[in-house]
Nanobody, 112 residues
Framework: VQLVESGGGLVQPGGSLRLSCAAS????????MSWYRQAPGKERELVAF????????NYADSVKGRFTISRDNAKNTVYLQMNSLKPEDTAVYYC??????WGQGTQVTVSS
């Protein structure tokens, strides 16, 4: 199983980024996927979840209305569209499948 995140970077407050997580080594379409993040000195927290069929989503209160999780089962990829970014969104973002596998993470820094 391999999960590879990409799309992180430095963005100004109010800006947007789209993270991608390319999956391989398992039947992607059968499993729910999640995005987590970990800020310096803080515990890793769940940011967003999407069900296997793609119909059900759930978000942390801190990102509701700003972040959108989606998936493309034909491309074995899950996305996290992040809008109206705030400095407190600065963290390493990880994708995870329901089997418990993690990606290596991608750094998101929101700063002017």
């Amino acid at each position: 199983v391999q999960l590879v995140e990409s799309g992180g970077g430095l963005v100004q407050p109010g800006g947007s980024l789209r993270l991608s997580c390319a999956a391989s080594g398992f039947t992607f379409s059968r499993y729910a996927m999640s995005w987590y993040r970990q800020a310096p000195g803080k515990e890793r927290e769940l940011v967003a979840f999407i069900g296997s069929v793609g119909g059900s989503t759930n978000y942390a209160d801190s990102v509701k209305g700003r972040f959108t999780i989606s998936r493309d089962n034909a491309k074995n990829t899950v996305y996290l569209q992040m809008n109206s970014l705030k400095p407190e969104d600065t963290a390493v973002y990880y994708c995870r499948n329901v089997l418990g596998y993690w990606g290596q993470g991608t750094q998101v820094t929101v700063s002017s």
